[in-house]
Structure formats: structure tokens, C-alpha cells
């Protein structure tokens, strides 16, 4: 269904999914800091997202899922990231990998994983981040394969019940989908950073790990073939996750930073006010950070509608249409990296200083966000929207463009 096709259902379906995700965010906004604290496995938030049948939104509608488009998907990110970016940063990368099967696997691996994902509810955790370790190698053995190495990032990937995996097989790139429960594979549980705490994004090792052919996406060949413009909007895809948890982060951490304000905060003592609320500096801020921010989730949203038109194509999108995609993503990423990263480094500005008490936990907005906005450089977004702004050459295709 493209955009301009939105159905009155598929309008229905997601206003719902959207209730159902604000709901959810309000529920870990409350718990947030004490959680981010705690740094458990993201066990119970999982459980939680399933229960709110939030796990299979992409999913068609008459296989039990709501229907929603890739673009919609990620608005429920950008919800949940208004209550947890930990949470929002898993739920992104898991609608993410869902869509793997869709571009790179046969229409049956696609329908088969569609069918379990809307009946199971599984989540999705990827092993895919190319930098660190020593990669994954696919050895062919027998009638199956054998796949060895490590890497060092692999977020969800320890409490996923499903996984999407980038491994060579003779060189070339493959996508595997795989069960997490299998011998040979473990999850490291090394993640302690200072932000995105809870979500177990620490390394993963595979040990001989038996692959069977069908756990392959694609056809035969596996190998020799170049991904066509339709298929490299893999990256695409991730980076329009990130442009949602960091704007709907921005989102919540200013909102909970003006309820505290409005009970807590007192007028400085020069000021001639009875409330800090009517201070007209706060006011000047306030009004800025929300303009920045209305500003920068109108510029994802038109990421969201750029990526789903490229979507809507298929395997007919050209290459000039796929370089306009990603370079609508990469203006996106760079606003809402600079947006989200200075709502919440100034919140304390409109709080005051009793705001920093540690129980309230209002770092963890910045903690998280800077931790992950150093995923990829965004200096190289900038650089590739002026490359093609100016030169008219399109962003390469790796797996971070």
C-alpha cells in the first residue's frame, strides 16, 4: 500500500497502534531512571511491547499483525522513545530487521517469516554493526554451513528469540535469519556504557554454529551477485530508526522536563516573578527547543514518507531514486542528531539546579543519546548530503549509508 493509498483501516489500525505505544511509554517513563540504574536485561520491557501487540505492527493484517507501513512502524519508535530510548533503540532495530526477509530473501522465505512474526511474536535482535572483532565467516559443511567469528556490537541480540545476521560466505555479504537458541551461539552480556544501558548491545560469538540453507536468504547463487538499488535501502532503513529515538527522545525529555518544572522549579530570586514558569528567559528557551524540536520531527517525518515512496517502487527504483532516499535520511539524521543532543544538554537550564538530583535520573536523556548519536559520524551525513547537493554523487552503499 503506498502512502497516497492509506486506507480508512490501515488509518484505524495505526492510531491504535500509536494509543497502545503512548501507553507503554508512559509506563516505562515511570520507571526510566530507576531501570537505567538497575541495568538488567530488557527482559520485562520486551514482554511488555509484546503484550501491547506493538512486536508486529509491520506485519499484514490478515496474518494477525496490523498492517502498518515501514514509515508508520517508526512512528511507534519515536513513541516509545518518549518513555525509554533504550527500549525505542530495540523496538526500531526490530522492526528494521523484520523487513531483512523482504529485501533480500525468495517471496517465500519473505511470506514465511511475515506469517511467524504476526502468529509468535518473536523479537527481532541483530548481529549485523561491520566494525569490530573479527567479523563472521560462512563455511560451507555438508549439506548445511558452519558459521564462526565475533563481533562486538550485536544490540537485542542477547534477549532476541529471533536473528537477523550479516556474515561472507567466498567473500560476499549474505543476510542469515536465525533462531537465537542454537548451539554454537552466545551472547557475551559485556554491555556497560554510560547510555542505551537496557539494550544488551554488547558482543556475541559464534562457534561452529550450524547454519541450514534456508536460514540463507535469497536464491541460488548465494554468492556473485550485486545488491540492486531497491535492496541496499537496508541501511536506509536503520538509520530511520535512529532519526525516530533521537527525536522522540528530544520529545519526551523536554515534555518531562517542563512537568517537573511546572511543579518544582521556583522564580530566581531576582526576578520580580512569583513563578519561574512566567521567568522570561525560561520562556525564550522553552520556546526554542520546541520549535527545534516540531522543526526536526517534521524533517523525519519526511524521511519516513522519502524511504516508504522508495519502498512503494520495488525492485524498479533506480539508483538517482535510492541516492534522493538516503540523502533525505541523512538531512533528517543530521537535524535531529543536533537537535536531540542539545534539548538534553539545556533541560537543567530550565529546571535549575535541584533538577540534578541523581533519583530523578534526567542525565540519562543525554547519556543515551550521546551514546548512540557516535554510532556513525554524522559529520559523514553532512558530507554526504553536500556531495550530492553539489557534486550530484550519491552516498556508497555501505552498511551505515
Given amino acids: 500500500m503506498t502512502i497516497a493509498e492509506t486506507s480508512t483501516d490501515n488509518r484505524a489500525q495505526f492510531d491504535a497502534a500509536l494509543h497502545r505505544a503512548d501507553l507503554v511509554a508512559a509506563e516505562l517513563r515511570a520507571t526510566a531512571a530507576e531501570r537505567d540504574r538497575a541495568n538488567r536485561p530488557p527482559l520485562a520491557e520486551i514482554e511488555l511491547l509484546r503484550e501491547a501487540d506493538l512486536l508486529q505492527v509491520g506485519e499484514p493484517a490478515e496474518y494477525g499483525g496490523s498492517g502498518l507501513s515501514y514509515a508508520q512502524s517508526q512512528q511507534i519508535t519515536r ?28 517471496p517465500e522465505q519473505a511470506e514465511e517469516q511475515s506469517r511467524r512474526n504476526a502468529q509468535y511474536k518473536p523479537f527481532w535482535g541483530g548481529v549485523q554493526n561491520p566494525r569490530g572483532a573479527s567479523g563472521l565467516v560462512l563455511t560451507r559443511d555438508g549439506s548445511g554451513f558452519r558459521l564462526d567469528g565475533r563481533r562486538t556490537f550485536a544490540s537485542g541480540a542477547g534477549v532476541a528469540d529471533q536473528l537477523s545476521v550479516t556474515a561472507t560466505l567466498d567473500g560476499d555479504l549474505v543476510f542469515l535469519s536465525i533462531p537465537t537458541r542454537r548451539e554454537g551461539f552466545t551472547a557475551l552480556g559485556d554491555w ?9 548491545s554488547g558482543g556475541v560469538v559464534f562457534d561452529g554454529a550450524r547454519i541450514e540453507r534456508h536460514e540463507i536468504l535469497g536464491d541460488d547463487p548465494l554468492t556473485g551477485r550485486v545488491p540492486d538499488a531497491f535492496q541496499t535501502l537496508i541501511t536506509p532503513h536503520w538509520q530511520l530508526a535512529f532519526v525516530n529515538f533521537y527525536i522522540g527522545t528530544a520529545e519526551g525529555a523536554l515534555e518531562e522536563a517542563l512537568d517537573w518544572t511546572r511543579l518544582n522549579a521556583s522564580a530566581w530570586e531576582t526576578s520580580g516573578l512569583e513563578s519561574a514558569t512566567d521567568d522570561p528567559y525560561i520562556l525564550e528557551l522553552v520556546g526554542q527547543l520546541r520549535s527545534e524540536v516540531t522543526a526536526a520531527a517534521l524533517l523525519a517525518d519526511r524521511a519516513g514518507y522519502a524511504l516508504q515512496r522508495a519502498l512503494d517502487i520495488g525492485h524498479d527504483l533506480t539508483a538517482e531514486q535510492r541516492a534522493e532516499t538516503a540523502v533525505a535520511i541523512a538531512e533528517a539524521k543530521y537535524v535531529t542528531t543536533k537537535v536531540s543532543l542539545d534539548v538534553a544538554s539545556r533541560l537543567f537550564e530550565i ?5 540534578t538530583t541523581t533519583a530523578y535520573g534526567f542525565d540519562r536523556h543525554w547519556r543515551n543519546l550521546r551514546t548512540h548519536t557516535v554510532h556513525d559520524p554524522v559529520a559523514y551525513k553532512a558530507r554526504e548530503v553536500g556531495d550530492w547537493t553539489l557534486n550530484r554523487r550519491a552516498p556508497q552503499f555501505t552498511l551505515y549509508s
Fill in 351 to 355: 529546571q535549575g539546579a535541584r533538577a
Fill in 192 to 200: 556497560d556504557n554510560i547510555g542505551q544501558r537496557l539494550t544488551d
Fill in 79 to 106: 513513541r516509545i522513545a518518549r518513555g525509554d530510548t533504550s527500549i525505542a533503540h530495540l523496538l526500531g532495530y526490530h522492526y528494521a530487521q523484520q523487513r531483512i526477509p523482504h529485501l533480500f530473501g525468495t
